[in-house]
């Protein structure tokens, strides 16, 4: 199906464990974006990539990492989860002209 | 540093009537502006766009207006029903030509049945 998707919905996980969200889109978009989503901060941007092979840090980096081997994936990795990493994560998509498209959001709770 | 704000932060709307959503944008090499659209559990959803070469634009019962001269734009839903009920972001371009967006924290909209 084209579009952006993102896995897992929800996931639930300990302190410490490292954890990968994944994101794909199909409209070979060059831009791909990560956010994070909490109460009375909106959307943060943690990381985004340009191209392939291209990523760059925004406002949050600290604690997550990202890869970009393929156009179409973006996966962010929480190295050692914290509980203050308990968030709803957004992907995002875009080919450099126009908005951003997102996905539906993976709910993720650090316990 | 420059940001994206909005002016209120919820908005309660009788089922039927107008509303508008404002928004105040710093940032006076923008060029690129939207609104998204978030209902409960799911992910920002694109709803109109404009560019700064153009100062209104219309969709389905939306209308985007945007006034350069004291960097405001605006969102206007005509008839609003409850479907309607979400929270609405504007989101602008980091720069002229800018690919990178800053959002606002979003204005939650709740319609009156």
């Known amino acids: 199906d084209a579009g952006i998707t993102q896995s897992p919905r929800y996931k639930i996980t300990e302190t410490g464990r490292q954890v990968t969200l994944m994101c794909h889109q199909t409209?070979?978009?060059?831009?791909m974006f990560w956010y994070r989503q909490d109460l009375g901060h909106g959307l943060r941007l943690i990381y985004y990539?340009?191209?392939?092979?291209?990523?760059d840090k925004g406002e949050v980096p600290d604690g997550y990492v990202v890869s970009r081997s393929k156009t179409e994936n973006f996966p962010l990795t929480l190295e050692s989860a914290t509980r203050s990493q308990t968030s709803v994560y957004f992907c995002?998509?875009?080919?450099?002209?126009?908005?951003?498209?997102f996905g539906s959001g993976t709910r993720l709770t650090v316990v | 540093g420059e940001s994206v704000g909005l002016h209120l932060p919820t908005l309660s709307v009788q089922e039927g009537d107008n509303s508008i959503i404002n928004c105040a944008y710093s940032?006076?090499?923008?060029?690129?502006f939207i609104w998204y659209k978030q209902e409960s559990g799911k992910g920002p959803q694109f709803i109109i766009d404009?560019?700064?070469?153009?100062d209104k634009r219309q969709g389905q019962r939306v209308t985007v207006l945007l006034n350069k001269t004291v960097k405001h734009l605006s969102l206007q839903i005509a008839a609003t029903q409850p479907g309607d009920s979400a929270v609405y972001f504007c989101?602008?371009?980091?720069?002229?030509?800018?690919?990178?967006?800053?959002f606002g924290k979003g204005t939650k909209l709740s319609v009156i049945p």
């Open positions: 995002a998509s875009s080919s450099g002209t126009d908005g951003y498209t």
């Open positions: 409209w070979s978009h060059s831009y």
């Open positions: 990539s340009a191209a392939a092979d291209i990523t």
């Open positions: 940032n006076s090499a923008s060029d690129y």
């Open positions: 404009i560019r700064s070469n153009m």
């Open positions: 989101a602008e371009s980091a720069g002229a030509g800018s690919y990178q967006l800053t």
